[in-house]
């Protein structure tokens, strides 16, 4: 039971390059969240999915999409990056929407956009 | 979303007994009070989840006043492996309404000292 899985690790892109991070959680959970956190900051919700099929945007969801795969599987896309979005992104699940505030968190990726 | 307040950084001694608070004043009926805890380079992990009076697990205690207009974060005996960003965070659920703003804040970073 690995729990909740993010590639990759590290990243490092130039300005205006697109990638994807990727997202996997094997606790048969129904809600998925992408934050992201900034030095010395804690963490800002991205955009999150209640459930499968549904997804909607968190507190800063400028510059970014997702796509919920099935039920194990969250990404998020930078279409264009930017120095701006240089940060750590964690990838989280909780069992429903309704226990949105237990989350299992994922390591992390850190992203470097120069 | 209520906004929570923590100190900004606290130091203990291993062996000590850590209270950690949170004040919320605005506080709405249906809220929880959510602790998670963050180590360097880690995603935040679960720690303790209460409404009111005390809640215990076997990492925490949780105690809330009859107001519930602030809550206490309680670690028995740390070690220096508590070491980490506590954060409090409070709101309701399902998600949908208040998940934009479901922020972690800046936390509360304890220091354990031998």
């Known amino acids: 039971n690995a729990g909740v899985t993010q590639t990759p690790k590290f990243q490092v892109l130039k300005t205006g390059q697109s990638m994807t991070l990727q997202c996997a959680q094997d606790?048969?959970?129904?809600?998925m969240y992408w934050y992201r956190q900034d030095p010395g900051m804690g963490l800002r919700l991205i955009y999150y999915?209640?459930?499968?099929?549904?997804?909607d945007k968190g507190e800063v969801p400028n510059g970014y999409n997702v796509s919920r795969l099935n039920k194990r599987e969250f990404s998020l896309r930078l279409e264009s990056a930017a120095p701006s979005q240089t940060s750590v992104y964690f990838c989280?699940?909780?069992?429903?929407?309704?226990?949105?505030?237990?989350?299992?968190f994922g390591p992390g990726t850190r992203l470097t956009v120069t | 979303l209520a906004k929570t307040t923590q100190p900004i950084s606290m130091d203990s001694y291993e062996g000590q007994e850590v209270n950690i608070t949170c004040s919320h004043n605005?506080?709405?009926?249906?809220?929880?009070i959510t602790w998670y805890q963050q180590f360097p380079s880690q995603g935040p992990r679960f720690i303790i989840q209460?409404?009111?009076t005390k809640v215990t697990n076997e990492v925490a205690s949780l105690f809330i006043p009859a107001d519930r207009k602030s809550s206490t974060l309680s670690l028995p005996r740390v070690s220096l492996s508590d070491t980490a960003v506590y954060y409090c965070?409070?709101?309701?659920?399902?998600?949908?309404?208040?998940?934009?703003?479901?922020?972690f804040g800046s936390g509360t970073q304890l220091t354990v000292l031998p």
């Open positions: 989280a699940s909780s069992e429903r929407a309704a226990r949105a505030y237990e989350q299992y």
């Open positions: 606790m048969n959970h129904n809600s």
């Open positions: 999915s209640a459930s499968e099929g549904t997804t």
């Open positions: 605005n506080i709405a009926t249906n809220d929880y």
């Open positions: 209460g409404y009111k």
């Open positions: 965070l409070v709101g309701d659920t399902p998600l949908s309404g208040s998940a934009r703003q479901l922020t």
